[in-house]
């Protein structure tokens, strides 16, 4: 094939604008960046926002940037903090793409997974966003899990087959590890975006878009997950984690109102389990009953009342 075929069928294909917020990331986020280019899939630019990191994560990117400016456009941009979903928001105003691809400064995306996720959409027209899976690695890139899915959260990967079941798992089992999704601009313009100033950004964004049966999946690792000491003390720490679940919390009660029975019911229990595991995490331990009976009850109620409806056309 010569030179000009390739330049008309890369022309021919979706841009896809490759979204990389990086915050105190110096030590990942040249692997991050390496990634976007060692992904085949040629219709690609990639926008980087350095979110006011205060080690070397902007002279790093400064470097790479200088290196491949000629291999794919690039915009870069450093600024004082505005948190992660500003940050994204941001990124999205910048793009050109038909597809956007967010990422993260210390994981990598692995080939192949654009095109994956590409060809599901441009195959599902109704789907806003596609998830995929991702491979667990450690700070030095040793692989942990295969599956994040599996590895970290004992997904089920069944219930990803149907737009039911991807309601169902976004609502009760939320098991995304990593940045995993291609979207379509449109979607991010019919859902809103990232809503800014929360922690867990992302479970809300995808509430709102399973809501629609706009989400799809495909069962493909599209990025490597990197488990390190940073991420893992947000984790660990008792205070950090009830800050997260009590946010958690008010997102499940703030977006039942967009789902139809049982789902609604399903979010309402959801809500209740969090406030559960807040309970414990405070060693409240009468309020932790009243969550804990009032989970079961809505559970129970959501299958009572409510069976399952025809929301099972496959989704892949």
Request: proline share 3%; net charge neutral; hydrophobic share 40%.
């Amino acid at each position: 094939m010569s030179a000009s075929d390739v330049s008309k069928d890369t022309a021919a294909m979706p841009l896809v604008s490759v979204l990389i917020p990086a915050f105190n990331h110096e030590r990942f986020v040249q692997r991050c960046l390496d990634s976007v280019l060692e992904d085949p899939y040629p219709a690609k630019e990639l926008i980087i926002i350095d979110d006011g990191s205060t080690d070397k994560t902007g002279e790093r990117i400064a470097d790479w940037v200088a290196t491949h400016c000629m291999d794919l456009p690039i915009e870069y941009v450093r600024r004082d903090n505005r948190g992660i979903a500003a940050t994204l928001n941001e990124l999205v105003a910048r793009a050109s793409g038909e597809f956007l691809r967010p990422g993260a400064s210390d994981d990598y995306l692995l080939p192949g997974g654009l095109d994956a996720q590409i060809r599901y959409l441009l195959a599902h027209p109704d789907k806003g966003a596609v998830i995929g899976d991702s491979i667990v690695v450690d700070q030095d890139g040793n692989k942990i899990h295969d599956s994040g899915m599996r590895g970290l959260h004992g997904a089920d990967k069944r219930l990803y087959r149907s737009d039911d079941g991807i309601r169902r798992a976004v609502i009760s089992q939320w098991a995304i590890g990593g940045p995993v999704a291609l979207m379509r601009r449109s979607a991010l313009d019919t859902v809103d975006r990232w809503s800014e100033g929360l922690r867990i950004e992302d479970w809300d964004l995808f509430l709102r878009l399973a809501a629609r049966d706009a989400l799809g999946f495909v069962d493909v690792s599209v990025c490597a997950y990197r488990i390190h000491s940073a991420n893992l003390s947000k984790t660990r720490h008792a205070a950090t984690r009830v800050i997260n679940l009590v946010e958690s919390r008010q997102v499940a009660m703030r977006r039942a109102c967009l789902f139809d029975e049982p789902y609604r019911t399903l979010l309402r229990a959801q809500s209740r389990y969090i406030g559960a595991k807040i309970s414990f995490l405070q060693r409240q331990w009468g309020a932790l009953a009243v969550h804990m009976l009032a989970y079961l009850s809505l559970t129970i109620l959501s299958k009572v009342r409510f069976p399952s409806t025809n929301h099972g056309a496959e989704a892949t």
